[in-house]
DNA sequence: ACCTGAACACCGTTCAAGT
DNA sequence: ACCTGAACACCGTTCAAGT
């Protein structure tokens, strides 16, 4: 983990601080979310985590609105810097399967960020999260017509990237960010909803409830290569 | 739109007001919700619009959290009644599209509300959004046993079939919430992002912008019906 | 230059009190 | 039985004032 999100240390205020910065702000707050949730994210709450009150910050960002955009922004940079600097892929297949980890990974590293990555209203309408930025999809854009791509089938196959990538890392981060996996609120929730009513549930449960995330994934990638293969000619 | 939530008339209470219930509220959650957004619905604002104060929605609803949990409730019971009775798809593949139809008519239907079914954490983790009704759930793994389908297989196309729904449905429904589709807000974002570092994206920007949602729907949901069919064996 | 105190307009929620 | 007024603990945000 050599992202700058974690970056630590550094000069201090005389108050024991670190010194208030935008990126401070940002990166705190992206700390703050892995480990708290979205949900107890406050200007006041992320104000005393660095030593300050609320109505400081807003001399580094707009208002909270900004701050979410904010951190948007800062991991969709960790993306790029992850996935699309030095990228090598040796065909357009690996290239798709190189940047589909990348984006997972991301996911499993910010299991409870992805979800504004994935649901932030995107700064252009044709933008579709999680591919967000605007440098990143221009890559994307470079890096597939390098293999060949016409104009038409990247457009297409960004479109399809983005789709699968959202569908499945929602879901995964969802069941990852879920509570403890208690086995006991699965029987509770299920007894409470009168199991008799649901006899096919009750008998899948079990197969239901394996953890299958990354097999999907993988298959549901190759298969969408494939579509592309086929679109290709 | 035969819709529980879209009734209205009915009885008044003296002071011209329809009488108080719990799905009174979740219907006029949902209209609200329709109209003015998520971020906008308060138990305050929604009081005002039942001619009631906010405190009078306490007596039918436990709080906040479970007054979005009853919407999500609500729409996936009309989901239900649109989709599973009556149903009589003549093969697993038209039982599956039918289906499917459903859903996007549902979040079409309700644009604002379906980030709602999409996001809300699940009763069980392994229920996916958005399709997280036991009755539902339920349901569709029965009408797959009918149609042939082992328990792998039915668990396996369930949770491809939530996944692919979920990636296209909430990319298609923000795209529908976003700005009245100003061109000019295109433009103005794309200048202010210096349109010269991004080649790619200028050239392409008109092959981007064009709405495909319909029928990228349609193709994914078509290659999805045969990678179920080749796992079958 | 950078931070804070006090204040404003808003939340969700509780509860005793009204009708 | 059903609703409200007043109150509490919390928000985001502004701005004059402090250092």
Redesign the pocket.
Known sequence: MDSIISQHGGRR?PGG?R??SQMAILGEAIRFIDEQGLE??????L?ARL??????L???I????Q?LDGVVEVLMDELYRDTMVDNDAASWQDYLQTLAAGVRRLAQTHPRVFPLVASRPPAAPWLRPPLRSLRWVEAFLEGLAGYGFSHTSSVAAYRAFATFLLGHLLLETSAATAMPTDPADDIEFIESNDLADYPLITELGPELAVDMFGDEFDAALEDLINRLTVDLD
Chains 1, 2 share one sequence.
């Open positions: 205020e601080r010194p208030l107890r994210l406050t200007m006041r709450q104000g030593g300050v009150e609320a109505m400081a807003y001399r580094y707009p208002g909270r609105e701050l």
